[in-house]
């Protein structure tokens, strides 16, 4: 079986043809650093990490692009509200780029965490403002904008197709059911291009522009930055499903108004994750979580309680990406028992390996039935990523007393490549805590035999197996410095 995707443009599931053979181009929306991710925030960053490591697991050479918007994302994905990273600089007392580099910082904190592979090229808005006003350049060349109040406009009367993700029918939507606000549009679901004075006045980071001193529209900075690190059309684009109505809808038709070109071939959009009533937040819902009403937990919050970031991963995995997923400390904690029951069976498996060595890279021939167990998670993964099948597969071969020592290893190995739960890392752990090291002698060695194994995962491009490592090591108070000379360590 091959790849096969559902695509939100269409509503189906189809087969996965990229635009290059062999290679994969894809961009996920990334998050607005104004402050602290959510756990809901970081189930879509979960989900990229299992499009990306499940590609690169059926042998595509992939470029994954994300963004991080520190200017121009208002309070609403429309042109309306306050400018978040604004608000959040004014309460703190700080500059915009303060902020967005304190919290940009505890993301990538949180996805290492997470063991969320980071995206090939990240790119700031801040960065690209003139890959933006030539993009806005080539738009309005094609006669796709106007100027009202001081602001430039994309006019979606212009655009035939606009809407056609979302299933929008303009003609029977209500004159200004969107936004009502903005008077100077002369249809309420057109969008800022560029800003200007003329409607905030007091702005943070303005830019020099052929329509005046101001700053890009929210909207525009995916297209400018996928483009010039992409090209013109590109494979997949991923966000979550608050995206496809206003944000993604806005993205094609800005993108294609320029081109005149359709842009994405597959749109993928995760599900939202909600808060179960059982659950200690503000409101003691089963709404979606949400920064604004203060409605959020944490990663952090998770280790406070006693989790691991990885009891997290594993309870995400547990649902697919496309259904919705409550939120609960019962659901939790079912998770990180199932978590620590996996690892303590894979344990076993690593005691019986008579020296055989966990995250070896070298293929090896499979039994018959290591064979099935490996052809049944492919194809749980092929069916538009299906974790909650993958996880069942690995959960049964590890239980399964036919498979020997070295094909049960190799198998772990093989879909944590993907399921990035630390497996073998964490059995070791296990292993090592039933038979602490006696002497400091002892366990000095056993750390440079890690780092030279990380080493040689390095060479031989098993990344996988060298974070892995790196995160046991982590978790002994153990940190790795790269040097030049080599990998040196040191206690944390």
Not at 66 to 73: L, S, V
Not at 187 to 209: G, M
Not at 431 to 440: E, H, M, V
Request: proline letters at 3%; one cysteine or more.
């Amino acid at each position: 079986m091959s790849l096969r995707l559902y695509n939100t443009m269409g509503r189906r599931l189809e087969e996965f043809i990229p635009i290059h053979p062999g290679k994969v181009g894809f961009y996920g929306c990334g998050p607005t650093v104004y402050n602290y991710a959510h756990i809901g925030n970081l189930r879509a960053y979960v989900f990229l990490d299992i499009l990306d490591k499940t590609l690169s697991f059926l042998g595509y050479d992939i470029t994954h692009v994300m963004n991080i918007t520190d200017i121009g994302h208002l309070s609403g994905d429309d042109d309306d509200g306050e400018d978040k990273m604004l608000k959040t600089a004014q309460q703190r007392g700080q500059s915009v780029l303060e902020i967005a580099d304190f919290y940009t910082k505890a993301f990538f904190n949180d996805i290492d965490r997470l063991h969320i592979r980071h995206p090939d090229i990240i790119c700031k808005a801040t960065d690209h403002v003139q890959d933006m006003i030539d993009l806005i350049r080539r738009i309005e060349a094609n006669g796709h904008t106007y100027l009202s109040g001081g602001n430039l406009y994309f006019d979606v009367s212009t655009f035939p197709d606009y809407g056609k993700l979302a299933c929008l029918n303009l003609d029977e939507l209500k004159a200004g059911a969107r936004t009502g606000i903005d008077q100077n549009k002369r249809n309420p679901w057109d969008f800022v291009l560029w800003f200007t004075k003329s409607k905030f006045e007091n702005q943070a980071l303005v830019w020099d522009s052929p329509w005046g001193r101001g700053y890009p529209g929210w909207h525009i900075e995916c297209s400018a930055m996928s483009m010039k690190y992409l090209g013109e059309q590109i494979d997949i684009h991923t966000g979550g499903i608050d995206h496809i109505p206003i944000h993604h809808t806005n993205e094609i038709a800005q993108s294609e108004g320029a081109t005149g070109k359709k842009w994405v071939n597959y749109w993928l959009h995760n599900e939202f994750l909600v808060i179960a009533k059982d659950t200690d937040s503000n409101n003691n819902s089963t709404d979606k979580m949400s920064k604004s009403s203060g409605n959020f937990l944490t990663l952090q919050s998770l280790i406070d309680k006693g989790y691991d970031a990885l009891d997290y991963r594993f309870f995400l995995l547990g649902a697919h990406y496309r259904s919705q997923i409550a939120f609960s400390w019962t659901a939790m904690e079912g998770a990180k028992n199932a978590r620590k029951a996996l690892n303590q069976r894979i344990s076993k498996i690593l005691q019986q390996a008579s020296g055989i060595l966990p995250g070896s890279s070298k293929e090896i021939p499979l039994s018959d039935k290591a064979r099935q167990y490996l052809e049944k998670f492919t194809a749980a993964l092929e069916n538009d990523l299906g974790t909650p099948q993958a996880l069942s597969v690995l959960q049964i071969a590890v239980k399964d007393p036919e498979l020997k020592t070295e094909k049960a290893l190799y198998l772990i190995q093989k879909m944590d490549s993907v399921l990035s739960l630390n497996l073998t890392g964490a059995a070791a752990e296990i292993l090592a805590a039933r038979s602490p090291a006696k002497n400091g002698d002892s366990e000095a060695a056993e750390i440079q035999q890690l780092i030279d194994e990380r080493t040689a995962a390095k060479k031989a491009k098993n990344y996988a197996r060298a974070d892995e490592i790196r995160s046991l090591l982590k978790n002994k108070g153990i940190i790795i410095e790269d040097t030049p000379q080599g990998s040196v360590w040191k206690r944390g």
